[in-house]
């Protein structure tokens, strides 16, 4: 037994040990130069095969390959493409800047600019880096590399590896060349940034725009939650000319969290339907069935019902909630945030700089984000439950990096060559030798697998953080999610990855030292030289990142090839039972992912400015990458992605703070070099030499913060000639403005969904409903239950008006694409911001002229192809318009609410304009051709609704082409201003 026992120690020891060997040195050296070869040749040939592909397959596909020029108005619409395999190339390099900040927005013109400054950055780093680095590491280490082997391999030479002593100044002026170089590119962009964002301030958007000039009021005291309390509050700030229109926020309680169930209902019916009636003259046998909500009490739990009836009178169950939660909206009690709007830009903007580190009675003023940028849930949030949940957060993200840090080593050592895993594991060996082909195929995909499907969740894992910790908009979440990404990636994949291996090289050297020679831990210590065996790791692992970087063409070329998007129309119709509304979304244009690709940009130049010194070859391969990707992104950000929340460019702080970060770790790198290697006499000499660097570069930041950041945020011009150069009137009208209507909260106005039926299942859903279904009111909808099967259900609310309840949409095959639906708000909020880029502006003013909004293009209307004709090609078809707050063709209220005169006089009512009037404004139509056609039926509805909105039916409409719309029932809003505040 005790020779067993002694096989068995001797056995585990040995595994101990290689393990530890392992760990130590997870990186075949000599396979670095190979490797780096065959992942050059394979980045660019891949990349190029791509490319090419794509030139040929695009003129084909263009609802994958360009769908803004399908989509977009005639402002925003892309150069018009041809179809030659490289007709895209002329358009994308001829755009200018300044038509792209038209064309696509500000953010993504600013991550064109900023990808364009890091490939401009890494030219002249290639160049002037390089002639310097290269030189100092061969000449300064070829007699220690030739005396220690003369096999070496080039890529190794590179480094500073078998550097020691005087040649260290080399590094010194690397240190200064690095900064000399980086941040005279940060100073010419912060300064083309400040002048881009004038030019916005000045742009006829953000001086139409009612976001401009309003102050969002957050944390007020409960005595002064009203609108009295809030003039209070910011009169308290700075007292102003005017007198700012306010409005209170009201309690809206569950409605919100009962549209999501009301959604989360309709887009369940709508998968139960579509798979039933996949040939619905074929049903199957048996009806679907599923388990009832377990927010319904009215169902036992885990009992399964009837699916199709159980939904159906979910969702209508779930609408009376809603409705009668809405009426009673008013009385309930005012929330502790507000809105105050002033009548002109500046005014607002003063006072909101005045207001930066002050707390009036507690409560907080800034800018208010556009209305589609509020996170509507936390703007209530107290300050207390704010600050506690921020450091949840904190410990959360600490704790998730944290615990990262073992698999993420664990993988790099062995799933990255399963040999190593083997080598530990004997019974594994086994397996792996009888099957070496089926393993290596795991080995292939399991360590990218597994990282990119982590890092594919990270960013929505640390969104949801950011937004439970009580970010107030969208644009400040997304900003602290780059920075939490950023955190990670640094900590995990660069700093802990790349000092591991050096670390258990020094744990593994001390081990040994301690075993063989019986040392102590601290002789064993003085032995290891800690310092410069960690930094010599760093030039050994060098070459891995210059391999890593090479690989990331591969990621910009599947960007461009939308390879996911290409296949995943095909395969929703072949393989799955899609509803009609995933068929619209899929083709629909992309919302592009500003925070990941940020976080990208950021680590990989973060990893050049730290390895330049150590492996010069990452500067080139950088520079390659954001050339290709340069290009790449422009194609893609003018035809095929769109940005969902458009912030006017509010990302370049954070993006010049990592920037900063990035160059201080890189020029710490290169005094930890210079320390471990330099010898002690040159170490006291060459670190002061560095030591102004890092207050440099500090006082760089700071320079640039009093020089550009005041221009950035605030509009400090606001006099009349600007006014008049932006084509507004000197004096616009406060009655216009409809503070509580256009920053009210979505789950108030919002339009409660329908589930979407495909049209050739309209013939069967009477008999799915047993009959009770009054399929006769029309030929394009559902009617709601009746006994008479020949009346159409009229509104009890609206005398002689059609009812708005129709249980089903039905969606013709010719109509299941995003163009007919992109003005509805439950498809463009998440492709496009809301419909601005369809020609649905949200946040304007109305100017004197009526007639249409106000987007300073005296030729623009709402749409560029919104014309009659263009927006019902099928005659029996008319989308459904959802209207929003920012509409002005009227809103849909609570009932609950009331209108004050105030508000009346801001909205089509008698002796204003009509509701016929609205609705050819809203077709595209001219005022005098809507009036020529529809005299009769303007003249007797000129002052029926006064309140009302123009709404079109849903598909197929039979009521004819005279009566092609309905009004809404509701009415109302916020009793907000009395009379001696008009």
């Not at 096999?151 to 020691?164: G, K, V």
């Not at 700075?238 to 229109?245: F, I, V, Y």
């Not at 849930?377 to 921020?390: D, E």
């Not at 004819?960 to 009793?975: A, F, I, K, V």
Request: with cysteine; net charge positive.
């Amino acid at each position: 037994m005790s020779r067993v026992r002694a096989v068995l120690e001797a056995r585990e020891t040995s595994t101990t040990d290689e393990f530890l060997s392992l760990i130590a040195n997870p990186f075949n050296s000599e396979l670095q130069q190979d490797a780096l070869l065959v992942s050059l040749a394979t980045s660019l040939g891949v990349t190029v095969a791509i490319a090419l592909l794509f030139c040929f397959i695009r003129p084909y596909n263009t609802v994958v390959y360009a769908p803004k020029l399908k989509h977009a108005d005639a402002k925003h619409a892309p150069p018009v493409l041809g179809k030659g395999p490289f007709a895209w190339i002329k358009p994308v390099w001829k755009t200018t800047e300044e038509e792209l900040i038209e064309k696509i927005g500000f953010d993504a013109t600013l991550f064109l600019r900023f990808t364009r400054m890091c490939r401009n950055m890494f030219i002249v780093l290639t160049i002037i880096g390089c002639a310097i680095i290269i030189p100092v590491n061969v000449v300064g280490g070829k007699q220690t590399a030739d005396a220690f082997s003369s096999q070496i391999s080039t890529i190794y030479r590179l480094t500073p590896q078998y550097m020691f002593g005087a040649p260290f100044w080399g590094f010194v002026a690397i240190g200064y060349c690095l900064t000399a170089i980086v941040c005279p590119f940060l100073w010419w962009n912060y300064r083309a940034v400040a002048r881009l964002r004038r030019k916005y301030f000045d742009s006829p958007e953000y001086q139409n725009s009612l976001h401009s000039r309003t102050i969002l009021v957050t944390d007020i005291p409960q005595s002064l939650r009203n609108d009295d309390g809030v003039i209070s509050l910011v009169d308290s700030v700075k007292a102003t000319s005017s007198l700012p229109r306010t409005t209170i926020a009201r309690n809206v309680k569950e409605i919100p969290e009962k549209l999501e169930e009301h959604e989360k209902a309709v887009r369940q019916l709508e998968k139960v339907l579509a798979k039933y009636l996949v040939d619905p003259d074929r049903l199957p046998a048996t009806r679907p069935l599923c388990k009832p909500s377990k927010k319904d009490k009215s169902h036992p739990p885990n009992q399964k019902v009837d699916a199709i009836e159980y939904l159906t009178n979910r969702i209508e169950s779930l609408e009376g909630e809603i409705r009668m939660q809405r009426e009673s909206v008013d009385n309930r009690n005012p929330m502790s945030y507000g809105f105050a709007s002033y009548k002109t830009i500046d005014e607002a903007h003063v006072l909101a700089h005045a207001a930066k580190g002050k707390k009036p009675k507690g409560a907080r003023l800034r800018l208010s984000p556009k209305p589609s940028d509020l996170l509507w849930k936390n703007l209530g949030m107290g300050p207390s439950l704010r600050r506690y949940r921020r450091i949840i957060n904190n410990l959360w993200v600490a704790l998730l990096t944290i615990a990262w840090i073992v698999p993420n080593a664990l993988i790099a050592v062995f799933l990255t060559d399963l040999s190593k895993l083997g080598r530990v594991w004997p019974a594994f060996q086994t397996e792996l030798e009888a099957h070496q082909n089926g393993w290596a195929a795991v080995q292939g995909v399991a360590a990218p697998a597994l990282t990119s499907l982590f890092y594919f969740f990270l960013p929505t894992i640390f969104r949801r953080l950011s937004a439970r910790a009580g970010d107030v908009s969208k644009t400040s979440r997304e900003r602290h999610v780059i920075h939490k990404l950023y955190a990670f990636f640094v900590f995990n994949n660069l700093i802990v990855f790349s000092f591991f291996s050096s670390v258990w090289g020094l744990v593994t050297f001390l081990i040994n030292k301690r075993k063989k020679e019986h040392m102590s831990w601290s002789q064993a210590l003085d032995e290891a030289e800690p310092l410069r065996k960690i930094m010599d790791t760093f030039s050994t692992v060098s070459p891995f990142w210059v391999n890593w970087l090479l690989q990331r063409n591969l990621g910009a070329a599947i960007d461009l090839s939308q390879i996911v998007n290409l296949a995943w129309g095909s395969l929703l119709r072949k393989f799955t039972h899609p509803t009609p509304r995933e068929l619209i979304e899929s083709t629909a244009p992309p919302p592009f992912d500003y925070a990941s690709y940020y976080n990208y940009f950021l680590f990989y130049t973060t990893v050049a400015l730290c390895f330049a010194a150590f492996q010069p070859i990452v500067l080139p391969v950088t520079c390659l990458y954001f050339t290709i990707d340069f290009v790449l992104k422009k194609y893609l950000l003018m035809y095929v992605f769109v940005t969902k929340t458009e912030s006017g460019g509010q990302y370049w702080r954070i993006l010049f703070n990592r920037f900063i970060f990035a160059l201080l770790l890189a020029n710490v790198f290169i005094a930890l070099m210079v320390a471990a290697k330099a010898g002690e006499t040159l170490v006291w000499q060459m670190l002061p030499a560095m030591a102004p660097l890092p207050f440099l570069i500090i006082g760089f930041k700071f320079y640039c913060h009093w020089a550009f950041d005041d221009q950035i945020y605030w509009y400090s011009k606001g006099n009349k000639k600007d006014k008049e150069s932006a084509g507004l009137p000197d004096k616009p009208s406060r009655d216009r403005d409809r503070v509580a209507v256009r920053f009210g909260h979505p789950a108030l106005y919002r339009k409660l969904m329908k589930p979407m039926v495909h049209e050739k299942a309209r013939h069967m859903l009477t008999q799915i409903y047993g009959g009770r279904l009054n399929s006769d009111i029309n030929d394009t909808n559902i009617g709601g239950y009746s006994d008479s099967m020949t009346m159409n259900r009229m509104s009890a609310g609206r005398p002689g008006k059609l009812s708005d309840h129709h249980p089903f949409e039905l969606v013709k095959e010719s109509q299941l694409d995003f163009e007919h639906f992109k003005d509805r708000a439950e498809f463009a909020q998440e492709h496009g911001g809301e419909g601005e880029m369809y020609g649905r502006p949200t946040d304007m003013i109305r100017p004197d002229t009526p007639g249409r909004l106000y987007s300073g293009d005296s030729s623009a209307t709402h749409s560029r192809n919104v014309s009659v004709n263009s927006h019902m090609s099928d005659k029996t078809h008319t989308p459904e318009r959802v209207l929003t707050p920012g509409e002005e063709q009227g809103t849909t209220y609570p009932a609950g609410y009331h209108v004050t005169p105030a508000l009346r006089g801001a909205s089509p009512g008698p002796g204003k304009r009509g509701a016929w009037e609205q609705v050819g404004l809203h077709a595209g139509r001219s005022t005098t051709t809507l009036n020529s056609q529809y005299s009769e039926s303007y003249e007797a509805l000129r002052g029926a609704a006064p309140m009302g909105t123009a709404e079109p039916h849903t598909a197929g409409s039979g009521q004819g082409r005279s009566s092609p719309y309905q009004t809404l029932d509701h009415e109302g809003g916020y009793d907000y201003f009395r009379g001696r505040h008009r």
